[in-house]
C-alpha cells in the first residue's frame, strides 16, 4: 500500500479501486458523501468489468436511493450483474421471470436462475430450485431434486430464511403455493435453532393442523410484533438513534450511555461507535486495548466497519501485529457483508476477489 492510494488506483484503471471509491462516496466512509461520484465510479467499474458494480447499480435504479427509479437501467445491469456470475442478481432476475413483474413471466429462464444460483452456494436460490423441482416450475417435476435440494437449504440456511420461507407457504407469498404441512417442517427448523418467530409460527401451525383455526397475515404480525426478541429489537433500534443523534449534537456523555445501552442489547453498530471512541478518547480516556477488544466483538457480531477496520489495523500493523493472513480474513468478511472498499484491499494481494469471498465460509451475516 506505500506510495499507492484508492483515488490514483481507481484513475488507473483497477476496477475494485473504482467499485470502493463509488461506495466511499455512496455511504460516507471517510469522505463526504456524493451521489454523482458515487455513479460515476460504479459506471466507471462496471465499465471495466467489476461484476459487483453491475450489482450495486441495479439495486440502485430499482430501489431509486441515490438516483431515480429507472425499470429500463434497472433490467440493464441487473442482467448484466446476473450474466457475470452474481448469484445474488441471477436470484432477483429469477423472481423477475418467475412473478412477471417488470418482464413476461418466463417459467424455463426463471428455473435456470435459479439453478445457477443454487449451484453457486445461495441458499435463497437452492430453495427455489428445489420448489420448483417439486412444482414443476420450468422444469419436470421432481421429488427426489427437490428433497435433495431442501436438505442442502436446511443444512446452510438460517433461522430467518427458514422463517420467510414457512411465512410463504403458509401464506402463499411470492408465488409459493399455500400448504400448512410445508409452513410446519420450515418453521420447525427455525425452532430448533432457536428463532423465535419460528417457534410461534410453529406452534400456530400446529394448531391450526389439529383445530382447523388460522390466524390471517395481520393476527400473525401483530403476535409477532409482541415477543421479547421485537420488543428488545426495537428498544435497541431506538438506543443507538438517539446515541447518534446526541452525538451529533455533541453530548458525548448522553451519546456513550445510549451506544453502551445498545451494544448491550447487541448491536454491533453501536459496539463499533464505542470502539472508536475509546480510540480517539472522545469523552472517555483513550485506551487502544479497549477499542480493539470492542471492535472485535463487533467484528463477531456482525459491523463490516469493525471488519474493515480490524483488516486495516493488521495489514499496517497499527495498534496490532501486522498478520496479512489476519487483514485477509477480515476484509474478506467486511466485504461478503457489504463493505465494498473492502474488495479493493483484497485486490492488492488476491487475483480474484470477487471469486474468493463468494467462495468463502466467513459471511457473518
Given at each position: 500500500?506505500?506510495?499507492?492510494?484508492?483515488?490514483?488506483?481507481?484513475?488507473?484503471?483497477?476496477?475494485?479501486?473504482?467499485?470502493?471509491?463509488?461506495?466511499?462516496?455512496?455511504?460516507?466512509?471517510?469522505?463526504?458523501?456524493?451521489?454523482?461520484?458515487?455513479?460515476?465510479?460504479?459506471?466507471?467499474?462496471?465499465?471495466?468489468?467489476?461484476?459487483?458494480?453491475?450489482?450495486?447499480?441495479?439495486?440502485?435504479?430499482?430501489?431509486?436511493?441515490?438516483?431515480?427509479?429507472?425499470?429500463?437501467?434497472?433490467?440493464?445491469?441487473?442482467?448484466?450483474?446476473?450474466?457475470?456470475?452474481?448469484?445474488?442478481?441471477?436470484?432477483?432476475?429469477?423472481?423477475?421471470?418467475?412473478?412477471?413483474?417488470?418482464?413476461?413471466?418466463?417459467?424455463?429462464?426463471?428455473?435456470?436462475?435459479?439453478?445457477?444460483?443454487?449451484?453457486q452456494g445461495n441458499t435463497m436460490a437452492m430453495f427455489m430450485t428445489g420448489y420448483m423441482y417439486g412444482r414443476g416450475i420450468g422444469v419436470l417435476p421432481d421429488i427426489s431434486e427437490r428433497e435433495q435440494w431442501y436438505i442442502k437449504?436446511?443444512?446452510?440456511?438460517?433461522?430467518?430464511?427458514?422463517?420467510?420461507?414457512?411465512?410463504?407457504?403458509?401464506?402463499?407469498?411470492?408465488?409459493?403455493?399455500?400448504?400448512?404441512?410445508?409452513?410446519?417442517?420450515?418453521?420447525?427448523?427455525?425452532?430448533?435453532?432457536?428463532?423465535?418467530?419460528?417457534?410461534?409460527?410453529?406452534?400456530?401451525?400446529?394448531?391450526?393442523?389439529?383445530?382447523?383455526?388460522?390466524?390471517?397475515?395481520?393476527?400473525?404480525?401483530?403476535?409477532?410484533?409482541?415477543?421479547?426478541?421485537?420488543?428488545?429489537?426495537?428498544?435497541?433500534?431506538?438506543?443507538l438513534i438517539a446515541a447518534d443523534r446526541f452525538f451529533e449534537e455533541e453530548d458525548e456523555e448522553k451519546a456513550f450511555d445510549y451506544y453502551i445501552l445498545a451494544a448491550e442489547l447487541g448491536n454491533p453498530d453501536a459496539m463499533f461507535a464505542l470502539a472508536m471512541m475509546y480510540h480517539a478518547g472522545v469523552f472517555v480516556k483513550r485506551s487502544d486495548k479497549i477499542a480493539i477488544e470492542l471492535m472485535t466483538k463487533a467484528s463477531v457480531a456482525g459491523s463490516e466497519d469493525a471488519q474493515y477496520t480490524l483488516g486495516t489495523l493488521y495489514e499496517e500493523g497499527r495498534g496490532l501485529k501486522k498478520k496479512l493472513d489476519e487483514a485477509l480474513k477480515y476484509y474478506t468478511m467486511a466485504a461478503a457483508n457489504g463493505y465494498l472498499t473492502a474488495y479493493y484491499r483484497l485486490s492488492l494481494h488476491i487475483e480474484h476477489p470477487e471469486i474468493h469471498v463468494r467462495n468463502s465460509a466467513v459471511i457473518v451475516r
Open positions: 500500500m506505500a506510495g499507492r492510494t484508492i483515488f490514483q488506483d481507481a484513475e488507473a484503471g483497477n476496477p475494485y479501486a473504482r467499485l470502493g471509491l463509488a461506495y466511499m462516496y455512496h455511504h460516507g466512509k471517510e469522505i463526504d458523501p456524493d451521489p454523482e461520484l458515487a455513479m460515476k465510479w460504479y459506471v466507471k467499474s462496471s465499465e471495466v468489468g467489476c461484476s459487483r458494480a453491475k450489482w450495486e447499480l441495479a439495486k440502485i435504479f430499482r430501489d431509486g436511493t441515490i438516483v431515480k427509479k429507472n425499470e429500463e437501467m434497472f433490467l440493464l445491469y441487473l442482467r448484466a450483474a446476473a450474466d457475470s456470475g452474481v448469484p445474488e442478481a441471477k436470484v432477483e432476475m429469477g423472481f423477475v421471470y418467475l412473478t412477471g413483474t417488470y418482464l413476461e413471466r418466463n417459467e424455463g429462464s426463471a428455473f435456470r436462475r435459479m439453478y445457477s444460483a443454487a449451484v437449504t436446511g443444512l446452510k440456511g438460517d433461522g430467518e430464511l427458514f422463517y420467510w420461507i414457512g411465512r410463504n407457504f403458509e401464506y402463499g407469498l411470492f408465488d409459493v403455493e399455500t400448504d400448512l404441512f410445508e409452513a410446519g417442517r420450515w418453521y420447525k427448523m427455525g425452532a430448533d435453532m432457536g428463532h423465535e418467530k419460528c417457534n410461534i409460527c410453529w406452534h400456530e401451525v400446529l394448531s391450526a393442523l389439529d383445530k382447523g383455526k388460522h390466524d390471517s397475515l395481520e393476527e400473525r404480525e401483530t403476535k409477532l410484533m409482541n415477543t421479547g426478541v421485537e420488543k428488545e429489537k426495537i428498544v435497541r433500534e431506538q438506543a
